[in-house]
């Protein structure tokens, strides 16, 4: 597809349980990132990769979050032992620098989330 | 650090009523963006603008306008003759130099026909 997908869209878990969720970036996009809004809040920030550099994990609410990306496209985030307060909509994003050489930056793109109720 | 303060949290208007959105920010670098974003009842985040800290020249498209004043650190954004069809949370984001974007906690904006 033409933009940023995820999955699964909805995620019901149990407390304890770990959960995986995806992200497909659009192609070429170097960067991805990883946001979660909780219901009527903004969107906080959790994690951010950049081609081949080491991710800013600055965001992470605890060891408990992860995230990889593979071969520099699909991202997976992982919970393990969920707990209640981790329910939220998890979006992803990607962009694209605009040129190499100086720091330039494009818009994000944002994927339609996956909605995460921990039980 | 990075912060985006957008202090009004709901505002309702009633249609054909200009309205403005407000965005102040805080960063300690000399090279940054700031973007606006829209999000529709639908959920999706879709992208309005961005504008780079070197480029004070105000922006209009459409009904869409913003005000970007470095002076005063705001990116303010004015929507002409509000239509039902922006109700929506709007957020407005800063990028420094790390590319970590950090959004303000939104703007809910009603339009009552």
């Known amino acids: 597809g033409a933009g940023v997908s995820q999955s699964p869209s909805n995620k019901v878990t149990e407390k304890g349980k770990d959960v995986e969720l995806r992200c497909d970036p659009i192609s070429g996009h170097t960067a991805l990132y990883w946001y979660r809004q909780s219901l009527g809040q903004g969107l906080e920030f959790l994690i951010y990769f950049q081609g081949n550099s080491a991710p800013d994990k600055s965001g992470l609410p605890s060891d408990r979050f992860s995230a990889e990306r593979t071969g520099g496209s699909v991202s997976t985030l992982t919970i393990q032992r969920t707990q209640q307060e981790d329910s939220a909509v998890y979006l992803c994003a990607s962009s694209h620098r605009l040129s190499g050489g100086s720091r330039s930056y494009n818009e994000q793109f944002f994927g339609p989330g996956t909605r995460l109720t921990v039980l | 650090a990075q912060k985006v303060t957008q202090a009004q949290t709901e505002i309702s208007v009633v249609e054909k009523e200009d309205v403005t959105l407000d965005c102040v920010y805080e960063?300690?670098?000399?090279?940054?963006?700031l973007f606006w974003y829209k999000q529709p009842p639908s959920g999706e985040l879709v992208f309005l603008i961005r504008r780079n800290s070197f480029d004070e020249q105000n922006e209009i498209s459409g009904r869409y306008s913003w005000n970007f004043q470095k002076s005063t650190s705001s990116f303010n954004f004015t929507i002409t003759a509000s239509q039902v069809v922006d109700s929506a949370v709007y957020f407005c984001a800063l990028s420094e130099w790390s590319d970590k974007v950090i959004f303000g906690p939104g703007t809910s904006l009603s339009v009552i026909p």
């Open positions: 960063t300690r670098d000399t090279t940054y963006y």
